[in-house]
């Protein structure tokens, strides 16, 4: 079965620094994994995700993640982090029924 | 182009009644999946919805939930006998296709409370 583990609920980073949210996934098949982000009071939506054609993606905001197998991981980073970033972070693996296995989350705190 | 809509987007209601949740897909999309979403158990897939073929359920927490989807389209996901820990925020999300490669999209969700 497919499930993925995020570490650390909460990450807390100054305005301007590197943001890396981690999450490593455990898969009996290749992965489809994804990130997605909630903003306060909003719905999830996509920052990007992985499908076996390139390691590196790259999503909006200026996000990306590198999909590692021999770590199984895919972590998700920001060069530099803005007040706006501030929200909740979901990774997320495709399970057998299609559906979406998600993380605990991180929840993401910007710091001016 | 309109995403999905969920309604309503609170409900408050009293433990033992029954609460239906709509969820409006964007148009086009053959797949529909509801998923829960409530303190200390992050996000959990409910029920999944392809064409014509048959749901899987295999997430339903109990058989106090049900799930239909009319003419491929609105889905109505409903809770009979509400209990407290139903409480949460319900999260639809739709896809063009079942495949894993496709994008879900989700609704802003209906958040429940049952006193």
């Known amino acids: 079965a497919q499930s993925v583990t995020q570490l650390g609920s909460h990450v807390s980073v100054s305005e301007g620094a590197l943001v890396l949210l981690r999450c490593n996934y455990s898969?009996?098949?290749?992965?489809?994994l994804f990130w997605y982000v909630q903003y306060p009071n909003q719905g999830l939506q996509l920052l990007l995700k992985y499908t076996s054609a390139a390691t590196l993606v790259k999503g909006i905001n200026g996000f990306e993640a590198e999909f590692k197998k021999s770590e199984t991981s895919f972590h998700l980073t920001k060069p530099s982090a803005h007040m706006s970033d501030a929200a909740e972070y979901f990774c997320?693996?495709?399970?057998?029924?299609?559906?979406?296995?998600f993380g605990a989350g991180t929840r993401l705190t910007v710091k001016p | 182009g309109a995403g999905v809509s969920q309604s309503p987007s609170n409900k408050v209601t009293e433990k033992g009644k029954d609460v239906e949740l709509r969820c409006d897909p964007i148009?086009?999309?053959?797949?529909l999946y509801w998923y829960r979403q409530s303190l200390g158990q992050g996000l959990e897939f409910l029920i999944y919805?392809?064409?014509?073929?048959?749901?899987?359920k295999s997430g339903l927490p109990s058989d106090r939930f049900s799930a239909e989807r009319t003419g491929g389209s609105v889905s109505t996901l409903t809770i009979q006998r509400t209990q407290q820990e139903d409480s949460a925020v319900y999260l639809c999300?739709?896809?063009?296709?079942?495949?894993?490669?496709?994008?879900?999209?989700f609704g802003p969700g209906t958040r429940l409370t049952v006193l």
């Open positions: 148009s086009g999309h053959t797949a």
């Open positions: 997320a693996v495709r399970g057998n029924n299609n559906d979406m296995r």
């Open positions: 919805f392809q064409g014509n073929s048959a749901p899987d």
């Open positions: 999300a739709s896809s063009l296709g079942g495949g894993p490669h496709n994008e879900q999209f």
């Open positions: 898969s009996s098949v290749p992965p489809y």
